[in-house]
């Protein structure tokens, strides 16, 4: 599939893997929007890409665990980038403690970031995708937790096994309108 002209979203984009994902589409020519809950961030990283690569990078502010912010940023983004053609839900966070110890704030936190987060998003970018009747592709990041368990990450491998399942729900949904949706899982 050729990314040429293609408008990709990705959120946590501002570092990590987030950042070379956004590096690889800006090289295949295609229009990123960086969003990240870091502004200062999103845009050091919009400017470096867009410095190496010529292309069109944009940044936004982006909490994924907020329903306005998400749906704004998403019809932002949009509207730059004329259409979402590609989401990669990639926002995440870690609480390291056992069961026993992690508070209820660091369990409702994580879970907000990695499932709400990859609700939301995914939502805002069907909504998009289904108006423009042009396809696309959904890319939830899962984990090695998201299949397997590790102490001191209840939260996180908690999330990441339910967002397997959120994507396969949405696989099936979004198949009649010729939107692909996966799970990787590095």
């Known amino acids: 599939m050729s990314l040429i002209g293609k408008s990709i979203v990705i959120t946590g984009a501002a570092s990590g893997i987030g950042r070379t994902m956004a590096l690889f589409f800006s090289r295949q020519q295609a229009k990123v929007c960086i969003a990240d809950l870091g502004i200062e961030a999103a845009e050091e990283a919009a400017a470096a890409i ?76 069907l909504r998009h995708m289904i108006a423009q009747r042009r396809g696309g592709s959904i890319i939830m990041m899962g984990s090695l937790h998201s299949y397997m368990a590790s102490a001191r990450k209840g939260p996180y491998v908690a999330a990441k096994h339910a967002l397997v399942g959120l994507c396969r729900t949405v696989a099936k949904e979004a198949a009649c309108h010729d939107i692909r949706v996966n799970a990787i899982c590095p």
């Open 50 to 125: 867009r410095r190496e690569t010529g292309g069109t990078v944009i940044a936004l502010r982006m909490d994924v665990s907020d329903e306005a912010e998400v749906n704004a940023g998403m019809d932002a983004a949009a509207k730059l980038l004329d259409g979402v053609d590609v989401l990669v839900s990639n926002a995440g966070i870690q609480a390291l403690g056992t069961i026993a110890d992690i508070s209820f704030e660091q369990w409702k936190k994580v879970l907000s970031v990695h499932l709400d987060g990859g609700f939301l998003t995914t939502r805002a970018a």
